[in-house]
T-cell receptor, first 113, second 112 residues
Framework: NAGVTQTPKFRVLKTGQSMTLLCAQDMNHEYMYWYRQDPGMGLRLIHYSVGEGTTAKGEVPDGYNVSRLKKQNFLLGLESAAPSQTSVYFC????????????FGPGTRLTVT | SQQGEEDPQALSIQEGENATMNCSYKTSINNLQWYRQNSGRGLVHLILIRSNEREKHSGRLRVTLDTSKKSSSLLITASRAADTASYFCATPRTGANSKLTFGKGITLSVRP
């Protein structure tokens, strides 16, 4: 079991460029989440999904889009990157909503110049 | 608004000492979770305590939950240098059990 994997691990973008972050889990989990982590801010939820084909907004969704076409994959897209989106992005999955632990990927460090 | 808030923000202890970290929250919860994050890595789940539990143990970890005070504590006994990490408490969001709210974390440094 690989658990939760994220691609890529590092990326540098110029302002206005677009990219997609891929999250994959092999635990057959229904719930998947995208967070960003910034110094002094803790983890903030961007978007989440409660099952294949569903997505919902989290705490800080502006500037991001997501898709969950397959149960095992959750994609996070930045259509027009801004310096404020420089952050470390974590994907997580959970088999039980709210009452179960979340399993985290290793993170993607994104720098927007 | 922040649901779980940890205290202190940073803690530095000697190897072999015990480390106590606290978390306070604002609204009713059905469980509280603690996670660890090593530098440059993702979060790892440590322990979950349900609202009807008062204390839970896992190896060198002991978690308590006081629902009347809306607080939890994480005790790491006989700390090791490898325990150096950030620790986060997390609680389900009010009315939305599919989401967790994480605190800002406690940075624990264990000196060899």
């Amino acid at each position: 079991n690989a658990g939760v994997t994220q691609t890529p691990k590092f990326r540098v973008l110029k302002t206005g460029q677009s990219m997609t972050l891929l999250c994959a889990q092999d635990m057959n989990h229904e719930y998947m989440y995208w967070y960003r982590q910034d110094p002094g801010m803790g983890l903030r939820l961007i978007h989440y999904s409660v099952g294949e084909g569903t997505t919902a907004k989290g705490e800080v969704p502006d500037g991001y889009n997501v898709s969950r076409l397959k149960k095992q994959n959750f994609l996070l897209g930045l259509e027009s990157a801004a310096p404020s989106q420089t952050s470390v992005y974590f994907c997580a999955s959970s088999g039980l909503a709210g009452v179960g632990e979340q399993y985290f990927g290793p993170g993607t460090r994104l720098t927007v110049t | 608004s922040q649901q779980g808030e940890e205290d202190p923000q940073a803690l530095s202890i000697q190897e072999g000492e015990n480390a106590t970290m606290n978390c306070s929250y604002k609204t009713s919860i059905n469980n509280l979770q603690w996670y660890r994050q090593n530098s440059g890595r993702g979060l790892v789940h440590l322990i979950l305590i349900r609202s009807n539990e008062r204390e839970k143990h896992s190896g060198r970890l002991r978690v308590t939950l006081d629902t009347s005070k809306k607080s939890s504590s994480l005790l790491i006994t006989a700390s090791r240098a490898a325990d150096t990490a950030s620790y986060f408490c997390a609680t389900p969001r009010t009315g939305a059990n599919s989401k967790l709210t994480f605190g800002k974390g406690i940075t624990l440094s264990v000196r060899p």
